[in-house]
């Protein structure tokens, strides 16, 4: 009995049903989250430490600061914060978010999602030689809105043992709208703000009618329009400083006596002129913004609030009683924004219609009262309880004035696209006017005039070419006449004859004149170029290449 023992080739084991690999991307993207979180926390942490340590008569110690520091975290995402430590003994929702403060979250957090769509992996995920993992979009959005409301959550918790807690209601809703359109921003960036067709869920009505220009250029107009307004309304606010710059630097002086809390309250002024350059805004488009229950300054007049606290920025308001022409000028403001829109709702192409170019302006306007509601909802809210309740303009009243200044601005595209196109007739016209002038120059005589003027001290090395009736005509006595000078005939080229019969074409020889300026005309005969052969065709086709063969050897 003989045994063989043969090695074969090795089977694959089974893959495990369902076993998932972990992507350490995604692990990093909520990483990065979460990282993005804590360094604004830590920062507010930092500023709101120091300020603490600097102050001579410090209220807590450092936890109440840790814990004020998590509160301003939250108010800088829009959530409320309650203040229980009153006069009245009544809760005061404190609801005013300084908008220069949103940055801080916002830019940190698009920071951390444009991060993580470009996250590297050299481990197994990213293929067997250690390349490059790249998350899907929706991948990289979901994991970095993970870390970052988890944070949020425990910001949210441990602000509640402090001074300002904040509204849980609030902060369940304002945290994650910041966060989602911060990392949408991020994500959108990281991918080169592709600006290509929407999703196929979408209906295709939907997704034709977004993909025409007329909506990039009434974003466009309506970004315009209120960049318009708030620069407006940052110069009112400035204006109004300089005037009150007494009451100004009093208020300022008054509110603390120590360095530490004049710095404080700099950096609070400095937070909130986002919100004042909103509220210079709202003045001038005429709803005005509410300082209490019931008052409401306005360019028609200011009724006067005598609840306001004192503060540099509040010293701005308009003089108490009606309006005078000069906060009646405010106006000038939301009239330069309606310019702007219909400025900028003009395409450069020459083929829109006038249909086309008004209808983006009244989609820019529209646009423009839609960001001007928003940033009015963002800068205003409550300051306190009864008649602090309401504090800043009124979103719906601002978006509705600014959508009725903005709105006269189909005027504006529509004589700014008459003026764009004005020029083209007028070249047209300058073309014609041109072409009848050069006809007419012809015409006149003056062209052969100025020709024998320049042969003439030319000393008669420039031969005449003009026309046989111009030189039939008595030519000057300082200028020579010379004979025209037949045009050459063009060589005439026979069809190929038979092979045996190939004749050649040959062109005649012709005279030249000569004109010197010194001496008699010569004529020299000029010698007959050579005849022109015409190849005979080839009586077999050339051979174009050899093809060599192998010897083979012959067989014994």
């Not at 002086?253 to 509220?279: C, D, E, K, Q």
């Not at 008649?387 to 006269?408: K, R, S």
Request: net charge neutral.
């Amino acid at each position: 009995m003989t045994q063989v023992t043969e090695r074969g080739t090795p089977l694959q084991a089974a893959p495990r049903a369902g076993r998932r690999r972990r992507s350490p991307a995604a692990a990093a993207c909520v990483i990065g989250g979460a990282v993005a979180a804590g360094l604004g926390l830590g920062f507010l942490a930092v500023l709101v430490i120091v300020l603490w340590i600097s102050s001579p008569y410090p209220d807590s110690g450092p936890g109440g600061a840790l814990h004020l520091a998590a509160g301003l975290w939250l108010l800088a995402h829009g959530t409320e914060l309650v203040r229980y430590d009153t006069l009245s003994g009544v809760p005061a929702p404190v609801g005013v978010t300084p908008l220069l403060l949103v940055a801080l979250p916002v830019l940190l957090m698009r920071r951390a999602a444009r991060l993580g769509s470009g996250s590297e992996d050299g481990g197994e995920e990213g293929g067997e030689d250690g390349g490059e993992e790249v998350l899907p979009a929706g991948a990289v959005f979901s994991a970095v809105l993970c870390g970052y409301l988890a944070v949020g959550a425990l910001a949210t918790v441990y602000a509640a043992g402090g001074p300002m807690p904040a509204d849980p209601l609030s902060a369940a809703w304002h945290v994650p709208l910041v966060a989602v359109l911060a990392a949408a921003g991020g994500v959108w960036a990281a991918r080169g703000r592709p600006d290509g067709p929407l999703p196929n869920r979408l209906p295709e009505g939907v997704r034709r009618a977004v993909a025409r220009p007329r909506y990039a250029l009434a974003l466009r107009a309506g970004a315009g329009g209120a960049l318009v307004l708030l620069g407006g309304g940052a110069l009112l606010v400035g204006a109004s400083l300089a005037w009150h710059g007494a009451e100004a630097q009093g208020s300022f002086l008054a509110l603390t006596g120590v360095w530490s809390g004049r710095f404080a309250v700099l950096l609070l002024a400095l937070a909130l002129i986002p919100n004042a350059m909103v509220w210079g805004a709202a003045y001038g488009l005429g709803p005005g913004f509410a300082l209490g229950a019931g008052v409401t300054a306005t360019p028609l007049g200011f009724a006067g609030s005598p609840s306001l606290p004192r503060f540099p920025l509040l010293a701005a308001l308009p003089p108490e009683g009606p309006g005078t022409p000069l906060t009646w000028a405010a106006v000038g403001v939301p009239v330069a924004a309606g310019i702007a829109v219909g400025w900028f709702a003009v395409r450069r192409a020459r083929e829109v219609s006038y249909g086309e170019t008004a209808l983006t302006a009244a989609l820019g306007a529209v646009v423009c009262g839609l960001v001007m509601a928003g940033l009015a909802a963002a800068a205003s809210g409550p300051m306190g309880s009864r008649q602090l309740a309401e504090f800043g303009p009124v979103w719906w009243a601002v978006g509705a004035a600014a959508l009725a200044w903005t709105l006269p601005g189909v005027v504006v595209a529509v004589a700014v696209h008459a003026w764009r196109n004005r020029p083209v007739a007028l070249a047209r016209g300058a073309v014609e006017g041109d072409a009848d002038a050069d006809g007419g120059w012809h015409d006149s005589g003056v062209r052969e005039l100025r020709w024998e003027a320049l042969r003439a001290a030319a000393g008669g090395l420039i031969p005449d070419i003009s026309a046989p009736a111009a030189a039939a005509a008595p030519a000057p006595a300082s200028a020579p006449v010379v004979a025209p000078v037949p045009p050459a005939e063009a060589p005439v080229v026979a069809p190929a004859p038979a092979p045996a019969a190939a004749a050649a074409a040959v062109v005649p020889a012709r005279a030249l004149t000569v004109v010197s300026a010194v001496g008699p005309e010569l004529t020299v005969p000029v010698a007959a170029p050579l005849p022109v052969v015409v190849p005979e065709p080839p009586l077999a086709p050339p051979v174009v290449g050899a093809r060599v063969l192998a010897r083979r050897k012959p067989s014994a």
